[in-house]
């Protein structure tokens, strides 16, 4: 990060799942890049899956450690991975209390996926859902992130390159030849 540049105060919230994995592994990027990285996970440690778990273990070999806690502190940027796609019902317990902190803050909230809340299918809010600034989605996106329901809460959203072969895209009938070749990010409208 150049010195001319702010450190920013980034939080991230991680759940137990395949989101919170995601979440933890960009925690661990941005604090390799200077970022002051605070972690806010929604269930204790030894509830996170296999993958999250990894995640998490390697971020506290390098000094960073997690807090379970219901609130979000001062932060210039939340990264959101509490839920994905396993939602099922409405959003509850420390996520529901988490999503309400990160909403009423001030920060440039980025989601991994699919903002917390939203039903990746329909879009529909299963109860209150975050309100992003924008989605980072792997590979392909979540049908229900363009629905009408979800366009308030998804921001904009870009669909990151993670190397799947050309042949599994053309075993789906999808052409995505181009759509990485300028960068592996790409902002979908």
């Known amino acids: 990060m150049?010195?001319?540049q702010q450190v920013k105060k980034i939080t991230v919230l991680a759940g137990k799942g395949g989101n919170g994995g995601s979440a933890l592994a960009a925690a661990r990027h941005l604090h390799?890049?200077?970022?002051?990285?605070s972690l806010v996970l929604s269930a204790p440690a030894q509830e996170l899956t296999i993958a999250s778990a990894r995640q998490l273990d390697i971020l506290q070999r390098i000094g960073l450690t997690a807090d379970v806690t219901d609130s979000v502190t001062d932060s210039d940027i939340i990264i959101d991975g509490l839920i994905g796609y396993s939602l099922?019902?409405?959003?509850?317990?420390?996520?529901?209390?988490?999503?309400?902190?990160a909403n009423s803050s001030d920060a440039l909230m980025i989601s991994c996926d699919i903002p917390s809340g939203l039903d990746?299918?329909?879009?529909?809010?299963k109860g209150?859902?975050?309100?992003?600034?924008a989605t980072v989605t792997v590979a392909l996106p979540y049908h229900g992130l363009f629905t009408a329901k979800a366009r308030e809460y998804t921001g904009r959203i870009f669909v990151a390159d993670v190397s799947v072969p050309q042949s599994v895209w053309r075993q789906m009938h999808i052409s995505v030849q181009d759509l990485f070749s300028l960068s592996s990010v790409v902002e979908v409208l």
């Open 2 to 4: 150049p010195a001319e």
């Open 32 to 37: 390799n890049s200077g970022a002051d990285i």
């Open 88 to 101: 099922q019902g409405d959003v509850r317990g420390r996520s529901l209390a988490l999503i309400e902190s």
């Open 120 to 125: 990746p299918d329909t879009g529909t809010v």
């Open 128 to 133: 209150t859902a975050i309100e992003s600034d």
